[in-house]
């Protein structure tokens, strides 16, 4: 399993959480946001679930990842 933490812009609220949480199970890693530090750490199986595509399922939902 890897374990990545990425900056993310535009998070503000428990919606925003709910929304990317809710995106990344949908590809089959997990993730736990920090709205204060504008972060969110991610776990994934590498062999299942590019970072790209970790990327692209947060930037699908409306937010910039850094």
Do not use: P, W
């Not at 949480?21 to 972060?39: F, M, N």
């Amino acid at each position: 399993m890897k374990n990545v933490t990425l900056q993310v812009e535009g998070m503000s609220c428990n919606h925003c959480v709910a929304t990317i949480e809710g995106a990344l199970r949908e590809i089959g890693a997990s993730g736990k946001v920090d709205l204060a530090g504008k972060t969110v750490s991610v776990t994934f199986d590498e062999e299942k679930v590019s970072l790209e595509a970790v990327k692209e399922a947060i930037e699908e939902q409306g937010y910039d990842v850094k």
